[in-house]
């Protein structure tokens, strides 16, 4: 099943990171840096969002025209929040006949919440549009097709919009909790192939106030840490999935109330008190610190540029016209800087923008976590507690300055847990014992998903095909490029698509259903890169048309974001051939699994000396050992051996052709 996701007008609404691990995604070229997990990223969802929604949002269909197969996809009306029962679309982005690729935007929805851009994460052709700007239609409904080729326009998927009931029907209703009115805030699905998250962290704690667009907490997906938005407004009326807990995508984790005085009076629904799936990890404190008055010291936004597209509430679109004032003067203060009913209230008509704010002053922190919060860990929380010390005068030593139980036992005058001395034996070592882990570890989202996809590998028959290659020319040329800042990752990526352009079938994958061998004109090289806790392929997109400066550049610019945990889908899951290498680690020879969907992956081994026969003189020569993994289903051994030979007379002898 195809899979979209949902973006706010100016920051992501994820709907998925969808591919746990990318078509093109084994292995290491190690990233050297200091972040050891993906940075929070945005996720604008409904408090109580419908997963079962998302899942079903775009679905794949085969229809028949003439005696032709033609496979389409239907773009449903997503639901945008809780209480969507159908949407409007603003603007359709996208025509019929035009080309879609991963990360587009398609469509303009107006919800009873929001106006929210519509992206998607595969690629095709718009073949019809079922549903007009300016026409509502129901949640689950079908409002477009999509084909995967361009001569299939106008065809495939239904002729008028699905009548299906909204995706919310199709699910039991969840049992409503006791005491008085309230509304749920469930887990949302955060990828496509998600079952369950992990609260990294409540943003907010029992009885804070909770506005439409504040973040209330931090769930752990199987890409990266999410934040979570709440699209309603109202009091945290009870927690009940804690820190470092998680629970089934769907589940209730906390119950907003309408008014102050109900919070602690109601409690959870009986039939979700399974629903919670406690990790291993310590219990979290039983009230999580409150965000120090700073957090509300947030700068306050501007007013859109002229021309620009003002995202504003229905709402906020009627009190203007009413008032008449012009939303473009008016600075939003919702979710992305979205124009709210208060806004509108607030302005005068014909009004200018209020003034911005300066930014406050403090540690760098991601950029979508708001100054003041406290991030911390369960375990820091706990330790915090227990040793009554106060969270907002802890310095954090952690990812992204959040802080760990060592930093609060510091604090407290007390020796870090991960340093405190074990019972000594009777006949000690001399030298220093490390601290060595003991005991089942749960995994990540993200190692989850890596785990379930190198399962993935197994499905193709595979083969291996190795070769040495010389490597004084390329050496000689990577010297020259370095002070340029041309590393070999860039070098061998361009070298790895000039061999491509002589030997495309090592680019192309097969097709199960089609029984047939799906070529690509594009050569997007995939360089696998380990980051502690999972794996990522930054792509360089078209690489062999690109100059070596330009590609150089471009690497450079995808290792940054992958440091950070800024790539989008676009940049990591678009490759068509990999490479994996671990020469850097003094790795003589290796070979990669195969990525499921793809063709082949080339494993790079380090270059070390060798003597060889030059001229009849025994030589010192370099050379390092290559090894390309095939699918053998639609690529031979006699393809794979070709495509190595070019590979090889490309380093050994035409490295100026990588200039070029």
């Known amino acids: 099943m195809q899979t979209f996701y949902l973006k706010s007008a100016a920051m992501a609404l994820v709907v998925a990171s969808a591919v746990a691990f ?20 945005k996720v604008n969802f409904a408090a109580a969002f419908q997963p079962v929604a998302l899942r079903g949002f775009n679905s794949r269909a085969s229809s028949i025209s003439g005696m032709k197969m033609v496979e389409s996809s239907n773009i449903a009306m997503p639901a945008l929040s809780s209480t969507m029962k159908e949407g409007k679309i603003v603007q359709w982005v996208k025509q019929v006949g035009d080309k879609i690729e991963a990360g587009d935007i398609v469509m303009v929805v107006e919800s009873d919440k929001a106006d929210m851009d519509v992206e998607a994460f595969e690629e095709g052709y718009l073949s019809k549009i079922l549903v007009e700007e300016g026409d509502a239609a129901e949640v689950g409904s079908t409002v477009a097709v999509i084909v995967q080729n361009e001569a299939d326009v106008g065809q495939g998927g239904d002729a008028a919009p699905a009548a299906a009931a909204a995706p919310a029907a199709s699910a039991p209703a969840a049992p409503a909790a006791s005491g008085p009115p309230s509304t749920p805030i469930a887990m949302p699905a955060l990828s496509s192939t998600m079952k369950e998250g992990k609260i990294v962290q409540w943003m907010k704690s029992e009885g804070d106030r909770v506005e439409a667009g504040d973040i209330v907490m931090v769930v752990e997906s199987d890409k990266a840490d999410m934040d979570v938005e709440s699209f309603e407004s109202g009091w945290i009326g009870k927690i009940l999935v804690e820190d470092g807990e ?21 409690s959870a629904p009986a039939a979700s008190a399974a629903a919670p799936a406690p990790s291993s990890a310590p219990a979290p404190s039983s009230a999580p610190t409150a965000p120090s008055p700073a957090a509300s010291a947030m700068p306050a936004p501007a007013a859109p540029a002229g021309g620009e597209r003002v995202v504003a509430s229905p709402l906020a679109k009627q009190l203007a016209e009413e008032r008449g004032i012009d939303l473009s003067t008016v600075a939003g203060t919702g979710p992305g800087g979205r124009v709210t009913a208060s806004d509108v209230e607030n302005a005068k008509a014909g009004g200018a923008a209020p003034a911005k704010k300066e930014a406050p002053k403090g540690p760098v922190r991601p950029s979508n976590v708001p100054a003041g919060t406290i991030m ?25 300055g959040r802080i760990t139980e060592d930093d609060v036992l510091t604090a407290a005058g007390k020796a870090p847990a991960s340093k405190q001395p074990a019972s000594a034996p009777a006949f000690a070592s001399s030298r220093t014992i490390p ?15 890596v785990a379930a996809n190198m399962m993935a590998t197994k499905a193709a028959p595979d083969f291996r095909v190795s070769r040495r290659i010389t490597t004084t020319k390329f050496d000689e040329l990577y010297a020259m490029m370095k002070p340029k800042g041309v590393t070999v990752s860039a070098l061998m990526s361009k070298a790895v698509a000039l061999a491509i352009e002589e030997h495309p079938i090592v680019n192309a994958h097969y097709d199960e259903k089609a029984k047939a061998i799906v070529y690509k004109k594009d050569i997007n090289i995939a360089n696998a890169v380990a980051i502690p806790g999972g794996l990522i392929t930054p792509v360089i997109k078209n690489c062999n048309a ?18 950070e945990g800024k ?8 490759g068509t051939f990999t490479i994996s290498n671990l020469g850097m680690f003094g790795v003589s020879q290796f070979g990669s699994l195969l990525p499921a969907g793809s063709g082949s992956i080339l494993a790079v081994g380090g270059a070390l000396p060798t003597v060889q026969m030059v001229n009849g003189v025994p030589t010192e020569v370099k050379q390092m050992e290559v090894t390309i993994t095939c699918d053998h289903r639609h690529i031979y051994g006699a393809d794979a051996a070709m495509f190595l030979k070019t590979l090889a007379e490309i380093l050994e002898t035409r490295t100026i052709e990588l200039v070029m």
């Open 546 to 563: 690109m100059p070596i400066m330009a590609v150089s550049d471009k690497w450079r610019e995808l290792v940054g974001k992958a440091k």
């Open 246 to 266: 998680t629970a089934q995508v769907g589940a209730p984790v906390a119950l907003i109330v309408d008014n102050e005085a109900d919070v602690g009076k109601v």
């Open 376 to 400: 911390a860990t369960p375990q820091a929380k706990k330790a915090a507690k227990k040793n009554k010390v106060d969270l907002a005068k802890v310095q954090g030593s952690g990812n992204f």
């Open 22 to 41: 990318t078509p093109a995604t084994p292995f290491l070229a190690p990233l050297r840096g200091s972040a050891t997990s993906f940075a929070p990223q």
């Open 567 to 574: 790539l989008v889908p676009d940049e990591f899951t678009t």
């Open 435 to 449: 601290d060595l882990p003991d005991g089942p570890v749960p995994l990540s989202g993200m190692q989850v998903a």
